[in-house]
T-cell receptor, first 113, second 114 residues
Framework: QKEVEQNSGPLSVPEGAIASLNCTYS??????FFWYRQYSGKSPELIMS????GDKEDGRFTAQLNKASQYVSLLIRDSQPSDSATYLC?????????????FGKGTKLSVIP | EPEVTQTPSHQVTQMGQEVILRCVPI?????FYWYRQILGQKVEFLVS????????KSEIFDDQFSVERPDGSNFTLKIRSTKLEDSAMYFC????????????FGAGSRLTVL
């Protein structure tokens, strides 16, 4: 059974702080890793993708991947109230070319003004 | 910015009825997907579709479900005989092609089965 695990939260951080979101996955064959943001009642919106070990930065967001530990994280610097949402970790287990993503249940982030 | 369009946004149906959810993927995209999310639960993969056939499907996608691309633009999900547990948000997504690595999701269709 291929699983993606996240702490469901809620994670509360003050405005301007760093929010740290974590995710573990079960299958060592996983190739691609994604962080999506989902506002309540809305569809997932891609924030970051990462494919190789190490850090990847995009603006206020940094994704970190450690394949040996089967661990992915997302750091949000200078958190804003508009960052309040549920953050979904997703992993692509398929090597067939299509993107069959397995999602975690998500971590709810609340940024307090 | 190109977007994936889904209709209807909300459908209420009686148990046992057939439902068709419609999607217009981004025009130059080649891979199409359906995912669903039961309220408060994970987003779950249902099916992927490429070159006019199903490329992968999950255990959820049983004989009650079918997909088709009846013309060059629409991509539909049919649930033949709805059950209460089919109540969920259904998301269509599309991807430009292998290596593009970006799924674009539609806004979703909320299905309520009574």
């Amino acid at each position: 059974q291929k699983e993606v695990e996240q702490n469901s939260g809620p994670l509360s951080v003050p405005e301007g702080a760093i929010a740290s979101l974590n995710c573990t996955y079960s299958d060592r064959g996983s190739q691609s890793f994604f962080w999506y943001r989902q506002y309540s009642g809305k569809s997932p919106e891609l924030i970051m993708s990462i494919y190789s070990n190490g850090d990847k930065e995009d603006g206020r967001f940094t994704a970190q991947l450690n394949k040996a530990s089967q661990y992915v994280s997302l750091l949000i610097r200078d958190s804003q109230p508009s960052d309040s949402a549920t953050y979904l970790c997703a992993v692509n287990y398929s090597g067939a070319g299509s993107y069959q993503l397995t999602f975690g249940k998500g971590t709810k982030l609340s940024v307090i003004p | 910015e190109p977007e994936v369009t889904q209709t209807p946004s909300h459908q209420v149906t009686q148990m046992g009825q057939e439902v068709i959810l419609r999607c217009v993927p981004i025009s130059n995209h080649l891979y199409f997907y359906w995912y669903r999310q039961i309220l408060g639960q994970k987003v779950e993969f249902l099916v992927s579709f490429y070159n006019n056939e199903i490329s992968e499907k999950s255990e959820i996608f049983d004989d009650q479900f079918s997909v088709e691309r009846p013309d060059g633009s629409n991509f539909t999900l049919k649930i033949r005989s709805t059950k209460l547990e089919d109540s969920a948000m259904y998301f269509c997504a599309s991807e430009e092609g292998p290596g593009a690595n970006v799924l674009t999701f539609g806004a979703g269709s909320r299905l309520t089965v009574l």
